[in-house]
Structures are given as C-alpha cells and as structure tokens.
C-alpha cells in the first residue's frame, strides 16, 4: 500500500506525518523537537570528530599526521552532500537510504564521525528552513493526487490531517 493511501492521499512527512498541512501547535512541536534532537545528535557526533581530530594532531606533528587529519575531516563533504540528496528525496523514507555498516560500533564511529557530522549538519540544516523536510515534496505529491481527483479540494472540508 503506497505512503499516501495510508494517509487518505496525503503525502506524510518524516518526523511530522500529515501535521504538515496545517502547521498547528503539533506541527511545531514536533519540528522544534526534531531540530533539537537533531542538534544534539550533531552536537555529540561532532565532537567525536574533534575528538578523533585532537588525537590524530597531538605531538610528534608530521605530515603523515597532518594528511590523516586532513583526509579524516574531508569526510564531512560526502556525508554533507548524501545529506542534501535525502532533504531532496524526502519524504522518501530515509532510514533504507542509509548505507549499512558491520563494523564494531566503538570503530564505525570514529571512522565515519565527520561523514555524519556533514550529514546531520545537511539535515538540520533542512529543518531550520522554510519548509521541514520533505514538505515541499509532499505538498506537490497530494496535489498532484488531488488534480486526479484521487482525493478532495481542501475547501471541501476535511484535509486528511
């Protein structure tokens, strides 16, 4: 069954399912707590990052260190930019766009630190905008929806909320 027959037509957004439509006191409660929680997971992460960075650069400084660092923290570019193409594909479910990793927890976080650091910054990013994520999207797929006539005019009364 497609996303938008479960919601009667309306495309659902991630972290804010169909509140999207009227922006009411659901609506920015959920999306200020995802900004936050978002924040705060990039916040954590980060910090990890200049964590790993911190050891990486300690004394004796040489270039092999320096060009590691430097390659290291390079990874945020990938994870920023794989960050913006799921704020343009959403509402797409993001959780199957993630690559899988099977490697020991404690070890995938360093390596990947600054990738998701990228990545998360790219999300928030997204949610401190106009629209969340995916509301653009979702507003051009119901309407689509409602000029086949799959689903009613919002003036005809209720909006699948």
Excluded at 34 to 59: I, Q, R, Y
Excluded at 92 to 104: D, H, K, N, V
Excluded at 110 to 116: D, G, M, Q
């Amino acid at each position: 069954m497609d996303a938008e027959q479960d919601h009667h037509g309306v495309a659902p957004v991630p972290f804010l399912n169909t509140t999207w439509q009227q922006r009411r006191a659901e609506y920015w409660q959920r999306r200020i707590g995802t900004a936050v929680l978002f924040a705060l997971l990039t916040a954590l992460v980060g910090s990890l990052a200049v964590a790993a960075n911190a050891v990486m650069l300690s004394p004796p400084h040489s270039l092999v260190h320096i060009g590691v660092a430097a390659g290291y923290d390079l990874t945020a570019i990938p994870g920023f930019l794989l960050g913006r193409k799921q704020v343009a594909a959403a509402p797409a479910e993001l959780q199957s766009r993630f690559p899988r990793i099977f490697f020991p927890a404690a070890v995938v976080v360093f390596l990947i630190a600054p990738f998701v650091t990228g990545l998360m910054l790219a999300l928030l990013l997204a949610m401190l905008g106009r629209d969340f994520l995916g509301e653009h999207r979702a507003r051009e797929i119901t309407e689509s929806i409602r000029r086949a006539g799959l689903l009613p005019s919002p003036s005809s009364g209720d909006r699948g909320c």
